[in-house]
C-alpha cells in the first residue's frame, strides 16, 4: 500500500509518501502527479520519501521522473537516500 498526501501553500507543494513505491500503485502516483501539474507551476515542489519502505525497480524510475520534472526528494533512511541518489545520477546523466 502507498499512501500519498499532498499539502499546498503559497510557495511549495508538498508530497509525503508512505508504504511501499512498487508498481501496483506507480500509476496512482503518476496520475496524482500528472493530475497536479498545473497547480505545480510556479512553485517548489517538494516529494518526502521519510515514511517510504520499500522501493521497486519501477519506483525507482518514477522518482527519477519526479526528479527530472523538478521536485526535491527528501530521504533520511539509508535505503531510501541510496535510492534518492542513483535517481538523481541518472537524471544528470541524461542531461549530458
Known sequence: ML???IAETLTEQRWTLEGRLVHPWISELK????????ARRERKCVVDLTG???IDKSGEKVLTELSKDGAELIATGIYTRHVVDNSER???HRRQ
Open 52 to 54: 517510504v519502505t520499500f
Open 31 to 38: 496520475s496524482n502527479w500528472t493530475r497536479t501539474g498545473t
Open 90 to 92: 541518472k537524471k544528470s
Open 3 to 5: 499512501r500519498i498526501t
